[in-house]
């Protein structure tokens, strides 16, 4: 499931700062944009300054940005947000009252087709009042010409709000879950996304009832570990991938947590000392520099015992670079890219091995981001010898 951390500044220097720090562990973020006429509060809200953000600082850059228009005319406005670099836009049903339901989808039809063009993602949003039913029109939209079904108009991304459009770290309206049942039963192709008051708790509700996103700020942001709070959030919702809760109820930490964090350090404290043109060699060498200074038991190139899901008997071994503390797997790779071999090798050995969490860290990536797998002995389907 994708978790996207929500962006609701004041001014542009905490855009930058969160931008800063959303890119270490996010591959997408939302802008809240508040004009103060639609919303109480009015937020940050230029988009030539997030142009030259993204010219001045290339991992900025590479940021998926979602700009979520909590404004009146939207359509006044959005061109200099695709300017900008948005990959998508969000705008407000409610934005639309003030037409009538043909003028409504003119206006729609022709703001797809500007997104269209510049190749960005166009969805629609509803407060937490607005009927669900209000929305049908548009993801059956119908040419506002001949009337005719017009697919390459119709809506195919939606933002549920669970709050009031404004500031973040206001209650979730749990209002909202039939909302998103209704749109998985009735349209499911339509991509869900869900927006305020995400916490561990109402982030497996919104999974449950059938969203595919959530956008979080208050949760972490009002965190001293931004990046863990989001972990969290992702591992409570993503059941192939991640661990399931471990006996803490909607508490539950990282797995490992400590020694979770301490191995992030030193895998970037490794990729800043190095940089990502070396061999992989080097890297295995620099990391077992850094867990000896720290102090941290591992061995490297162990053989791991695979077993077979039928019997529970070894049928194998593996030889990842590391274990570490008889808990974590590491692999080390020394690519330009990442590719999803990699990462599914890696999952499958978890699967069929003792252990429950890996990472795969790749120092030759452009834009260095560690990869970690949770597969608990819970979902393990091995049969006991």
């Not at 998926?64 to 406005?77: D, G």
């Amino acid at each position: 499931m994708l978790i996207i951390p929500a962006i609701n500044c004041p001014d542009l220097e905490c855009v930058k700062e969160k931008l800063g720090k959303a890119a270490e562990f996010a591959d997408w973020v939302q802008l809240d944009i508040a004009d103060g006429k639609f919303t109480p509060h009015k937020t940050w809200n230029k988009p030539t300054e997030l142009a030259e953000l993204g010219i001045k600082n290339n991992e900025l850059g590479k940021l998926n940005i979602e700009t979520h228009l909590m404004v009146e005319n939207p359509e006044l406005v959005i061109d200099n947000w695709i300017k900008a670099g948005a990959k998508r836009i969000i705008i407000h049903l409610e934005a639309l009252q003030n037409f009538g339901l043909i003028n409504k989808t003119k206006v729609l039809e022709d703001i797809g087709a500007r997104c269209k063009k510049g190749n960005i993602e166009l969805g629609l949003a509803i407060n937490p009042e607005t009927p669900v039913e209000k929305l049908e029109s548009f993801i059956n939209i119908r040419s506002s010409q001949d009337h005719r079904p017009c697919d390459d108009h119709a809506i195919k991304f939606v933002q549920v709000l669970a709050v009031s459009p404004g500031k973040s770290g206001q209650k979730f309206d749990k209002r909202v879950l039939e909302k998103i049942r209704f749109l998985k039963k009735n349209y499911p192709d339509v991509i869900i996304e869900v927006d305020g008051g995400i916490n561990l708790e109402t982030a497996k509700l919104c999974k449950e009832a059938g969203a595919g996103i959530l956008v979080a700020g208050n949760y972490i942001w009002g965190s001293k570990n931004p990046q863990g709070a989001y972990e969290e959030l992702q591992i409570a919702t993503d059941k192939g991938r991640m661990a399931t809760d471990r006996g803490a109820g909607s508490k539950a930490g990282l797995l490992y947590k400590e020694l979770t964090y301490r191995l992030r350090g030193i895998f970037y404290s490794v990729r800043n000392k190095y940089g990502k043109h070396h061999k992989e060699k080097i890297y295995q060498n620099a990391l077992k520099e850094e867990l000896d200074n720290a102090s941290i038991n591992y061995l490297t190139e162990p053989r791991l015992d695979i077993v077979s899901v039928s019997s529970g008997r070894k049928i194998g071994t593996y030889v990842p670079d590391f274990l570490i503390d008889d808990k974590i797997i590491i692999e080390l790779k020394a690519s330009p890219f990442t590719t999803k071999d990699m990462e599914m090798q890696l999952i499958e050995y978890l699967k069929t091995s003792r252990y429950e969490l890996a990472f795969l860290v790749n120092f030759g990536e452009f834009s260095f981001k560690p990869r970690r797998y949770i597969h608990t002995s819970d979902r393990k389907f091995i049969a006991n010898q």
